[in-house]
């Protein structure tokens, strides 16, 4: 399967991007964009590479059954999640972070099954929000290491979601579109939960 230097060049600025943020620290995090739905083909950077220094050679095309069609490495496990994801939202690109917000309250509200957040003005970042004066609710599901469970776990709330949802204990996903939507996404919803865990800390010092 052949892609382009664009395609290639444009997946490794964002997960650079991302990594700078702190949001994938070494290995951690994965990132997908789609080639093409019909068959699904992803492009991805392989398991076990330091998100820091990946380059757009080292990435590979996989299809719908996880199978390695171009490049070298395997691809992770959570490539499963990434296909169900794509499969149930048609997003152009799914985005996985491991940030400190995302990780401290996906483990806070595991219970809850969901985190809301409201009233603030980024969530018009989000697709079809146009005011601050809302809510969205991100569904939280418990870790597993068997991405079928994930899956299973999530797809019923995929349709509802607002382009993501957490993992406890683990981080963030995040899809759109496009790359480009994808990448708005993770930012915006990073962010408030950032707001989410500096609001809850000041409250209790206060």
């Known amino acids: 399967m052949r892609t ?3 395609q290639r060049d444009q997946l490794v600025q964002a997960i650079k991007a991302l990594h700078i943020r702190g949001w994938c620290d070494g290995t951690g995090g994965n990132f997908s964009v789609v ?3 019909q068959p699904l083909l992803l492009l991805m950077a392989p398991s076990g590479v330091d998100k820091g220094q990946v380059s757009a050679e080292q990435l590979i ?3 719908q059954t996880r199978k390695v069609l171009s490049g070298e490495g395997n691809a992770s496990a959570e490539t499963a999640l990434h296909l169900r994801i794509v499969d149930a939202t048609k997003a ?9 917000p995302g990780t401290v309250l996906s483990r806070q509200y595991e219970n809850d099954g969901v985190i809301t957040l409201e009233g603030w003005e980024m969530l ?4 079809g929000i146009n005011t601050h004066a809302t809510s969205v609710n991100i569904p939280v599901i418990s870790n597993s290491q068997s ?3 994930l899956s299973n776990a999530i797809t019923p709330s995929l349709a509802s979601a607002p ?5 406890a204990g683990h981080g963030l996903y995040a899809w759109g579109e496009s790359l480009e939507a994808s990448k708005r996404h993770i930012e915006i ?6 707001v989410k865990l500096t609001q809850m800390m000041i409250r209790n010092q206060s």
């Open 147 to 149: 991405m079928q469970d």
């Open 4 to 6: 382009s230097r664009t």
């Open 61 to 63: 095309v996989v299809d």
């Open 124 to 127: 018009k970042g989000l697709h």
């Open 163 to 167: 382009c993501g949802f957490l993992v």
């Open 92 to 100: 152009g690109a799914v985005l996985h972070t491991h940030s400190v």
């Open 35 to 37: 080639l093409q739905h």
């Open 189 to 194: 919803l990073e962010f408030l939960l950032n």
